[in-house]
């Protein structure tokens, strides 16, 4: 599924990728946050944090912070490598792409409003919340972008199944005996693929062109089969 490798791609990005991230930065979304959350849920008296916290998700308010602040730095980390892949490939915002994708998102998750959704996402700071929605449709597009990429090359090897088993087997059927004479006589590496490897496998390339044009003339893929 497309949304698995979706979501392998962003553990592995954060896996694997390095980026400095500000801790006052980090902070400071926290700090929102938890003044959000204490607005929401505690009708904005922070003193019935801990109490609501205990009582609905059996966690101290020091708990609920740190994983907060966990869950925040990776979004942040993700947010600063992806808008880095961004600006590395020259990918940009589209403004009707992203006026679209807000729109559906007021409606999706039922807000009233795009004024809404800025202040929601910025934890009260409506301008800040439309900051952060850019860089997020900026970092999402990104995704797709290596998400297409790695989801056509699973495509190709699917489709290359039988390709790869003739030609396994046709480097299979060719006689040890060839390269060891072929050592012998002083033969390097890119003669022995040459003058060997390559008219034994002839053979195997014939059958190989043959499945691959099968296939693609029975393709769903294919605009004339449809």
């Known amino acids: 599924k497309v949304s698995d490798i979706y979501t392998a791609m962003q553990d592995y990005v954060l896996a694997n990728c390095t980026v400095d991230v500000p801790e006052d930065l980090v902070e400071a979304r926290v700090d929102a946050y938890e003044n959000h959350f204490v607005t929401y849920y505690c009708g904005g008296d922070s003193t019935q944090l801990d109490s609501f916290l205990s009582m609905y998700y059996g966690v101290t308010a020091d708990e609920a912070r740190a994983q907060w602040k966990e869950g925040i730095l990776a979004d942040t980390k ?72 790695v989801n056509e090359i699973f495509d190709l090897i699917w489709k290359c199944g039988i390709q790869i ?9 060719i006689p040890d005996q060839l390269y060891e004479v072929s050592k012998v006589e002083g033969a390097n ?36 089969m449809q």
């Open 78 to 149: 993700l947010e600063f490598i992806m808008l880095a892949i961004a600006e590395k490939e020259g990918i940009e915002l589209v403004e009707e792409e992203y006026a679209a994708y807000v729109t559906d998102f007021v409606a999706y998750q039922g807000y009233q409003d795009e004024a809404a959704l800025y202040e929601d996402f910025g934890y009260g700071d409506a301008n800040y919340g439309e900051e952060y929605m850019r860089n997020i449709f900026v970092a999402n597009s990104v995704m797709e972008f290596i998400t297409q990429y």
């Open 165 to 173: 088993v003739l030609f396994i087997s046709g480097l299979q059927s």
């Open 189 to 224: 590496k890119l003669e022995e693929f040459w003058y060997i490897t390559i008219p034994m496998l002839s053979h195997s390339t014939i059958l190989v062109f043959v499945f691959t044009a099968i296939d693609f003339c029975v393709s769903t893929d294919n605009s004339v």
